[in-house]
């Protein structure tokens, strides 16, 4: 492992809070110690507080923050001769932990300190770093972890059994640190968990960490078992949607709430899915304990998959929040399902989510084979697990969180999303928790918004193909499919009927109809799976009910859609699936409506621009902000029990009324 101290870089940090935080961020840098939240450091300074008085302050690691990104305002400081004393009771519940830390620290408004700050008190050195290196992790999740632990280490490192995180952890590794410390000590291994190095320097404290895990490093390369062996997988499924979107509907049922499933199809991920062994070797309980995987056989898809549920600190907060019962909600939700043919599928209330426990369960991958690479797998029992989830519980418990989003778990697919009522449309649906898939013929999709849960898609929706690829892409993306948003459609320029060739009407009702009977084919056996049943919203036209000269092939075809959606109503209804109408008129703040254009509309009015702008009877504009405002009302619980309704969006037209 590579030492990343930078002697110009860390000039940069002056004093020891600062220096802290520089070999914090260093650490964070290397995934392999750290990865997503997981590790935590620490440094004891002297301060006078506010009455003259010197006291020994530990500055250790806060909740919420990450090591990669950490600054001095992520540390809690807390009264260390407090922490110490602490380490000396026979026994203090998560509850009374957790409260001792907080009412001890010395700013109210830092985060709450690590569930590891006792341990990081009782270590008399000032720096101390903590992480769950994979390769001492891998070591340690074996049969004869503990003999090779002793082999690779000698007397440099005191051993620590594994004991959950919290209290007894610390009580533990007080006594048996100060029974088993000499001065040679340079560091501490927790078996099942990760290793702590110490110094008087950051510097010091750093560079003993790398090398302690350099030393696992190097055993296990010089065992084979460095590398981890991926063969080459079998990959024949052309079609998984419907296999994707039973299975997300089933996990979302276990659940209670909608839940994304992600799936990576990847040459690693597949290969591991598809081990003989896969029972065994994944049935075994987490790799380490603060990524807790939780494993179950669940029956889905009349197959018997290996599940996991995997915890990750980030759910807390809505899992619990959300649930009565919180314990009921999260012994139901897999996290972590792995299939021969999907390969592994990752489940979470957002694409962020989602991403982590993808990120968390390709590295457990690495480490239970690394430790196969050893001899054999073996990692905590089902007792310990429960133990980690019961704290962490206690943890949420103390936490205030708001609700998850409406859409939350769920997925939209929005069709001509690039520009205007599209655009606004797939911008409502992100910002209110769903993941979106945009599909336009314009380029410029793919890169529309930089969120995890959006994904763009050039596609031309008048191609029967490249459609049905799209929808097989946002199933294997998120899972299925929750909510169709039909808004792609053209409208050519004013031509009368004389002049109105066939070419023309034919490519305007192969785009404003043709195009979307082909999408609500494909999407209907994902829409029927939805778990909080599906939703189609067509962006019709203030033309359908009032239309003008000029627009006859426009006109017609969205006249002709109207139809198509009123009988999907009918269709559908048996299948729980609403389809609803939005119609706007005079939405001006699209690509085709420039400054140009509105001049000269309204010069032809003899009106000024703001009122042709609002040539309405309520005398207001209408955005395309405002649209998408609709359409996802008419997606949420207010529109629950309609369908085939037709509702303008128009501001009072005396045509339409
Ligand atoms: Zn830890």
Redesign the pocket.
């Given at each position: 492992m590579q030492n990343l101290w930078n002697d110009q870089e860390a000039a940069q940090f002056t004093d020891d809070l600062a220096l802290r935080v520089y070999t914090s961020r260093l650490l964070g840098r290397e995934k392999t110690l750290v990865l997503h939240g997981?590790?935590?450091t620490s440094v004891k300074i002297r301060s006078t507080n506010i009455l003259g008085e010197e006291e020994d302050i530990l500055h250790v690691k806060g909740s919420g923050w990450d090591l990669e990104t950490i600054e001095a305002a992520g540390f809690s400081p807390v009264r260390l001769a407090h922490l110490v004393a602490l380490a000396g009771l026979p026994e203090l519940n998560d509850i009374q932990m957790v409260n001792e830390l907080r009412t001890h620290m010395t700013l109210a408004s830092a985060p709450t300190p690590s569930v590891?700050a006792i341990l990081h008190a009782i270590i008399p050195y000032k720096y101390v770093d903590?992480t769950?290196a994979d390769a001492v992790v891998s070591i340690t999740n074996t049969r004869d972890g503990l003999q090779r632990i002793q082999e690779i280490y000698g007397e440099d490192v005191v051993i620590i059994p594994y004991v959950m995180?919290g209290f007894d952890l610390a009580r533990t590794c007080h006594e048996i640190y100060g029974r088993d410390a000499t001065g040679k000590t340079i560091g501490m291994i927790?078996m099942n968990?990760?290793v702590f190095s110490f110094g008087d320097t950051a510097r010091t404290s750093y560079d003993r960490m790398i090398e302690l895990v350099s030393r696992a490093e190097d055993y296990l390369a010089a065992h084979k078992a460095w590398q981890p062996a991926y063969p080459a997988p079998r990959d024949e499924a052309d079609r998984l949607r419907e296999d994707i979107a039973n299975l997300r509907r089933d996990a979302s049922r276990e659940a209670g709430f909608p839940l994304l499933l992600m799936t990576h199809r990847d040459e690693k991920c597949l290969s591991f899915a598809q081990r003989d062994d896969l029972e065994k070797i994944s049935q075994q309980g987490p790799a380490?304990?603060?990524h807790v995987i939780r494993t179950k056989r669940i029956p889905l898809l009349g197959r018997d998959i290996a599940a996991y549920s995997q915890e990750y600190q980030a759910y807390f907060d809505t899992y619990a929040h959300q649930a009565r019962d919180p314990k009921t909600i999260l012994d139901r939700a897999p996290r972590v399902i792995l299939d021969a043919e999907l390969g592994m599928c990752t489940l979470g209330r957002s694409a962020r989510d989602a991403n982590i426990v993808a990120d968390i369960y390709r590295q457990t991958m690495d480490t239970i084979l690394r430790a196969e690479g050893l001899g054999g797998y073996q990692a905590l029992p089902a007792r310990d697990i429960f133990d980690v989830e019961y704290w962490d519980l206690e943890q949420a418990k103390l936490k205030k969180g708001g609700n998850p989003p409406p859409f939350a778990g769920e997925i939209a697919l929005v069709t001509g999303a690039a520009s205007g009522i599209g655009k606004a449309c797939a911008g409502q649906l992100l910002s209110q928790g769903a993941a979106v898939v945009g599909l336009d013929i314009d380029p410029a999709i793919e890169g529309l918004f930089d969120h995890p849960g959006f994904l763009g898609l050039a596609c031309d929706v008048t191609e029967t193909a490249a459609v049905s690829a799209a929808i097989e892409t946002c199933a294997r993306t998120f899972g299925g499919l929750d909510m169709l948003i039909l808004n792609a459609g053209i409208f050519p320029a004013s031509r009368p009927i004389d002049a109105l060739d066939k070419s023309l009407w034919n490519k305007v009702f192969s785009i404003n109809l043709d195009a979307n009977l082909d999408i609500m084919r494909e999407c209907h056996p994902l829409l029927r799976l939805a778990p909080r049943n599906g939703r189609v919203v067509i962006i019709g036209s203030k033309n359908v009910a009032a239309p003008g000269p000029g627009a006859a092939a426009y006109s017609a075809s969205k006249a002709a859609l109207k139809q198509l959606a009123r009988v999907a109503a009918l269709e559908w209804g048996g299948d729980g699936i609403r389809i609803n109408s939005v119609h706007p008129d005079a939405v001006f703040d699209t690509g085709i409506w420039s400054d140009e254009i509105l001049r000269s509309r309204a010069e032809h009015y003899g009106l000024s621009v703001e009122e042709y702008k609002t040539k309405n009877l309520l005398k207001t504009a209408i955005t395309s902000h405002d649209v998408a405002a609709l359409v996802a009302a008419m997606c949420g619980p207010l529109f629950a029990k309609t369908t085939g309704a037709q509702i303008p969006i128009d501001g009072g037209n005396e045509r339409v009324i």
């Open positions: 997981g590790g935590n590891e903590h769950h995180p927790l968990h990760g380490t304990p603060d």
